[in-house]
């Protein structure tokens, strides 16, 4: 018997499970904790970013010529990670744990979301490599 892909694939989404107060406590302080590490990290490469593009010196333009010969790599590759994590945080907000289950496997808990930020990530950079022969 063959079964079509659209059948083995499917994705579910449960709502929430009732978590006890410190497992909720816990959780919501990792979240504040990583959002203020990831705003920090931002916030330097924003910094170091306007240093190195505005700064005058000679050796400052090495990043400027980057960006303008591998542009896709130096901006495009850290915004489809970012991307791709929006999807995934969105989808968890909106319809909770993310369940994948796909040729087989089943992902779920901490993997769901891990699996879906990949299948999300790589298909952007190949979105991404197969438009650059266009430009």
């Known amino acids: 018997m063959m079964v079509s892909s659209a059948e083995e694939a499917s994705v579910t989404m449960e709502p929430e499970s009732t978590d006890s107060n410190s497992d909720r406590g816990l959780r919501k302080a990792a979240d ?3 959002l203020s590490g990831a705003t920090l990290l931002g916030a330097y490469f924003f910094v170091w970013l306007i240093y190195h593009s505005a700064s005058t010196k000679s050796s400052a333009g090495w990043f400027t010529q980057t960006i303008e010969k591998h542009y896709a790599a130096t901006i495009g590759v850290p915004l489809s990670a970012v991307s791709a994590l ?11 744990p993310v369940e994948f289950e796909a040729f087989g496997f089943k992902f779920r808990r901490a993997s769901g979301p891990l699996v879906f ?3 999300c990530f790589v298909a952007m950079v190949w979105g ?3 438009l650059w022969t266009l430009v």
């Open 32 to 34: 504040i904790a990583a």
């Open 117 to 119: 930020w990949l299948i």
């Open 128 to 130: 991404e490599w197969l």
């Open 86 to 96: 929006c999807v995934v945080v969105a989808l968890r907000a909106t319809a909770g």
